[in-house]
């Protein structure tokens, strides 16, 4: 099996005539799906044959070098044969999140399920081969058995997988219930210890959402979660029945948790601090140039409308909790920076290059938050502290990028003028990653008295030499969202 091969079996898949009848299309549908299945545990073995060839390698490296390898700048460091196993394995993952197009986070895990697969459920495995089970339910039946022992683990994949009868027509909730059910017969001690373990893993996160709202996600034990849920719910019917709040009770719900985490007396009234990219024109002439969130530590949190954003801005000048800060563009939108001569990012350099990345990592595929900042030439080689050289990365991928074999240079698009990173794997392939199109700034030339509609001065970058001659992209630091009015899209000052 090659990659061209398998491009011309999906050429054809593609270049074929549907069939005609109702009957024949319910039936390709199954086929395809079983099909689907079938890819995915040939790129399971795909994915397990690279690891064991990768992690081979690594352990003769480690044997031909005596247990000591280089570091980046020359000195000589222990290494054993466990750490060469990981530090292989997080590179297959690496790589392999780029060729399948998803998060490192998600190849490694991809890597992990696939490799018990193969090792210690067949059954499992035989079945997605054969189209009997999609790569949700054998995933869950991995997940669900994590908890057992070996022994254990191939007793419940045997059970349910051996015989095709024994799934058919069972549904994914049913399947979760048949695993626990054997898994209570054969270990309930393991169940429970699992149990206990899961009350450690309990976190908040948070997410965006659609329409410039976004998921605050709490994962807590059972009792816990079931006591703040029903609080909540008794406060929006208190709140309706006897306050007469015509709110629907989920928004009392949701306003009735901010303000008992923050300890406000309104949910509206919570101050926060974000930072805002906008541009010049949806700021400050009522253009329509979506603008951009991070947090207070550089994490992206996506776009949001102009007006979302001037309100945004007025509330917080109104409220004398607003600073604003020019950030200067070329004229094909790339940030401009000084250099330095220091081996950190200053906090002006670091700012700009999380506006420019715009806080999500640059790795192509990966949508963590950037945790590094990082020189894309490494210092140690001579890699100046530049905002040209340098790229927010999530930890994983800063780790992998230091692994050998790995390399990246940085150019300005050709087509967008945008920063673009070109990363090239061990094994030759390349990625690129071009940062965001950050708010386009005003383009027009300014009336003859200088005064852009609104009656504000803005200066506009020089088209002709590429240069900044003002600011084009401001950087809004809030302090108070705007939930309850809007503003006009223009004020005179």
Same mark, same amino acid.
């Given at each position: ?5 398998v ?29 689907? +299945?079938g ?20 352990k ?24 060469a *196993?990981?530090?292989a394995?997080?590179?297959v ?15 490694r895990s ?16 035989? +079945?997605?081969?054969e ?22 683990r191939q ?26 059910e054997? +898994? ?6 393991a169940l429970?210890?699992?149990?206990a373990k ?18 605050l ?11 703040a ?8 019917e208190t ?15 949701a306003?009735t /948790? ?6 406000q ?25 979506p ?5 207070g ?14 309100n ?20 094909t ?9 220091q ?8 700012d ?8 999500i990592?640059r ?7 950037i945790r590094h ?22 930890a ?10 790995? *390399? ?27 940062a ?36 084009v992209?401001?950087?809004?630091r ?7 009015? /809007?503003?006009?899209?223009a004020?005179?000052?």
């Amino acid at each position: 099996m090659t990659a061209e091969a398998v491009a011309g079996v999906h050429a054809w898949l593609l270049s074929g005539f549907g069939p005609a009848d109702a009957a024949s299309r319910v039936a390709t549908l199954r086929a395809l799906e079983a099909l689907a +299945a079938g890819v995915v545990a040939v790129q399971a073995q795909v994915l397990v044959d690279l690891r064991d060839e990768e992690v081979r390698a690594a352990k003769e490296a480690v044997i031909a070098s005596g247990g000591t390898v280089h570091d980046k700048r020359g000195r000589q460091v222990p290494v054993t044969a466990r750490s060469a *196993t990981r530090d292989a394995e997080r590179d297959v993952a690496q790589q392999a999140g780029l060729a399948l197009r998803v998060s490192p986070h998600r190849a490694r895990s991809l890597l992990a399920v696939a490799t018990v697969w193969h090792t210690e459920m067949p059954y499992t495995l035989s +079945a997605l081969r054969e189209g009997r089970l999609s790569q949700e339910r054998a995933t869950l039946l991995v997940k669900e058995t994590a908890c057992l022992t070996l022994a254990d683990r191939q007793t419940i994949d045997a059970d349910l997988c051996a015989d095709p009868a024994v799934l058919e027509g069972v549904g994914t909730r049913r399947l979760v219930a048949l695993i626990t059910e054997h +898994a209570g017969r054969l270990d309930p001690a393991a169940l429970t210890k699992r149990a206990a373990k899961a009350v450690s893993d309990r976190c908040v996160t948070l997410r965006p959402a659609p329409d410039t709202m976004t998921y605050l996600t709490a994962l807590l034990p059972v009792a816990e979660g079931v006591q703040a849920y029903a609080a909540l719910k008794l406060a929006a019917e208190t709140a309706r029945h006897t306050g007469g709040d015509q709110r629907p009770a989920g928004q009392i719900m949701a306003d009735t /948790l901010v303000e008992r985490i923050t300890g406000q007396e309104n949910a509206g009234d919570v101050p926060v601090t974000v930072h805002l990219v906008v541009s010049d024109e949806a700021l400050l002439a009522g253009g329509h140039e979506p603008a951009v969130v991070l947090d207070g530590t550089g994490t992206g949190h996506g776009a949001i409308p102009a007006q979302v954003a001037r309100n945004l801005v007025a509330n917080g000048l109104d409220l004398n909790a607003a600073w604003l800060r020019a950030v200067y563009t070329t004229s094909t939108g790339d940030l401009v920076g000084t250099s330095s001569k220091q081996r950190f990012f200053t906090d002006g350099l670091a700012d700009l290059l999380r506006v420019r990345d715009q806080g999500i990592c640059r790795t192509a595929w990966c949508d963590a938050p950037i945790r590094h900042l990082d020189h894309i030439t490494p210092a140690g080689r001579g890699g100046d502290t530049t905002l040209a050289n340098g790229q927010g990365l999530c930890a994983a991928c800063n780790q992998a990028k230091e692994t050998p074999g790995w *390399t990246a240079a940085a150019e300005i698009d050709p087509e967008t003028g945008r920063h673009t990173v070109t990363t090239t794997t061990p094994t030759g392939q390349q990625y690129r990653s071009v940062a965001p199109q950050p708010p386009r700034p005003v383009r027009s030339k300014p009336p003859l008295d200088g005064q852009p509609p609104g009656g504000t001065t803005v200066a506009r970058p020089d088209t002709q030499s590429g240069r900044a001659t003002g600011p084009v992209t401001l950087s809004c630091r809030v302090r108070q969202p705007a939930r309850h009015h /809007l503003r006009p899209a223009a004020r005179a000052t």
